[in-house]
């Protein structure tokens, strides 16, 4: 198999999932996301003898971006994230430092690529098409992989839908309603949601959190909330 995809857990983050994908023929590799993993993917890259070229960011919450300042900068792979949430991703105050985590990601060697196209890229043997679609956060991007892979962050799960402003307008966690009342745009984000059902059909989904799944999966589950999603 020339290609593969490692995942990378985080228990304590809901299983927040970075994504290794691997080209077995050249020994490089791309990541999208990965927080609170940064010392699990640094081993797995020593101990197989693989080059990290690129960090793809689908969106700037800390469960999925701290330790990606240590990877970027250990390894000197490119930082993908797209321009408006970029912003965030070195606010102290959304970016992992408020609840005591060490990031950093201000570093002049990081080396960012900051984007606000649509485009696609071919990167060791990989086609990445960037997609746009906000919501969740204002920067939020979909990643089309080879055509047949698309990873979505936290806009859709197997059993779900992501948090938005009206899902937690009544929550006890004010940080957390405080969060999304400034970067959440539900109108946005329900229009990513009913993107995914009428593009990704033929692919494997891949979210921020838990297992991936086809689209029949949640299509099949008329219990799963994107049913009471209207276009």
Not at 97 to 106: A, H, I
Not at 187 to 196: R, W
């Amino acid at each position: 198999m020339n290609k593969q995809i490692v995942n990378f857990k985080c228990s304590v983050m809901n299983d927040a999932n970075g994504y290794l994908l691997v080209n077995n023929q050249t020994k490089k590799a791309i990541l999208i996301d990965g927080g609170y993993n940064s010392e699990k993917i640094l081993d797995f890259l020593k101990n197989n003898e693989i080059q990290l070229t690129d960090i793809f960011i689908t969106h700037f919450h800390y469960d999925h971006t701290v330790g990606i300042d240590e990877v970027s900068l250990k390894t000197q792979a490119n930082l993908w994230i797209h321009k408006l949430d970029f912003p965030f991703l070195l606010n102290n105050d959304m970016n992992g430092t408020q609840k005591g985590d060490t990031v950093n990601f201000n570093q002049k060697s990081i080396r960012f690529k900051i984007f606000d196209k649509f485009q696609t890229l071919t990167l060791n043997d990989f086609k990445i098409t960037l997609k746009h679609v906000g919501g969740h956060t204002p920067g939020s991007t979909f990643y089309e992989v080879d055509n047949n892979s698309v990873f979505v962050g936290d806009t859709l799960f197997k059993s779900g839908i992501g948090f938005h402003k009206k899902m937690i307008e009544k929550s006890a966690n004010s940080i957390l309603r405080k969060l999304f009342d400034k970067t959440c745009n539900d109108e946005d984000f329900y229009k990513s949601l009913i993107m995914i059902t009428k593009n990704y059909s033929n692919f494997t989904i891949y979210p921020g959190h838990w297992d991936e799944f086809e689209l029949q999966d949640i299509i099949s589950n008329k219990e799963h909330p994107i049913h009471k999603i209207k276009p």
